[in-house]
């Protein structure tokens, strides 16, 4: 697998980015989120979050659902963006690039800081594992997506497949997109956390009846909380603890468990996400943009 192919699709977004943040005013902190969902609809679903952050804070904190994966990563880069909910491996990208900084790991139900991603098919499809998977239209969710790409090219290409000549691939743009694609038969099979269909059940009532999972990927370190590289420990410091204590109300908890299936988070470092870095690298991506 060419180290250009996957960077040429990440950096496609970049030039997005300009023009999709105002000038900052004076106090006002940017909280960046990926595109889990809808874009618009995530935007107006964590106004409430960015309030109770801001009076926790003491600092007006606006929200900013990106179109894509990159732009967070470019926005934590160019400090139009703050702090941001992302995934791991845009942190890494992240953390290469303009040396942002893991503050928090997200947590799961169970109370891990871990997760999976997971392959569906319709229930009808005649795929029943991860070995039938040659000449199929497989969706993927986005380059920069870890478990709507990058460890399940992993464990595909670990299975003797080659992302490039063995599927059909497209690029949903969000996990309900891919969801939504394997349901109305866009696609053979399609790759997202564990589990987006019950995550989704608003928007796709039929998924655990029309579709099935044929397989998981190994534990993916959870969404992380990233500052941009260049702010001063004291405000990374109170970010970091702002979160913590807003993950005790009833109401911040309720609006993270409900968007982003948070319960909580937990300190982290930038070695918590080493393992996501050494996937980066078995795949052969450049890790450092050039």
Do not use: W
């Amino acid at each position: 697998m060419k180290k250009t192919a996957l960077f040429l699709a990440l950096l496609m977004a970049v030039t997005l980015i300009s023009g999709c943040f105002g000038q900052q005013k004076e106090e006002e902190l940017v909280m960046a989120f990926v595109p889990m969902k809808d874009a618009e609809s995530l935007v107006e679903s964590v106004e409430p979050l960015a309030e109770l952050l801001s009076q926790e804070l003491g600092i007006k904190v606006k929200p900013f659902t990106a179109v894509n994966y990159v732009a967070v990563v470019e926005g934590l880069g160019s400090g139009q963006v703050d702090f941001g909910f992302i995934p791991p491996f845009s942190y890494v990208l992240a953390n290469s690039e303009s040396n942002a900084q893991v503050v928090l790991s997200s947590l799961r139900k169970d109370g891990s800081a871990t997760y999976k991603a997971q392959y569906v098919v319709r229930t009808d499809s005649e795929i029943d594992s991860l070995e039938d998977l040659a000449g199929k239209k497989i969706a993927f969710v986005d380059p920069a997506s870890t478990s709507g790409y990058l460890y399940p090219a992993a464990q595909l290409i670990g299975l003797g497949y080659d992302i490039d000549k063995d599927f059909q691939t497209i690029y949903a743009g969000g996990h309900d997109k891919a969801l939504q694609a394997v349901l109305n038969g866009d696609v053979d099979m399609a790759v997202m956390f564990a589990d987006a269909r019950q995550r989704y059940a608003a928007d796709f009532p039929a998924a655990m009846e029309e579709t099935r999972i044929i397989g998981y990927t190994e534990p993916i370190p959870s969404v992380s909380i990233t500052v941009r590289g260049d702010m001063d420990a004291e405000m990374s410091e109170r970010i970091a603890s702002a979160l913590l204590a807003i993950a005790e109300d009833p109401e911040a908890l309720a609006i993270l468990k409900e968007l982003f299936d948070i319960h909580g988070f937990v300190r982290a470092t930038d070695k918590d996400y080493q393992i996501v870095r050494e996937v980066a690298e078995a795949l052969d991506v450049d890790l450092t943009g050039e």
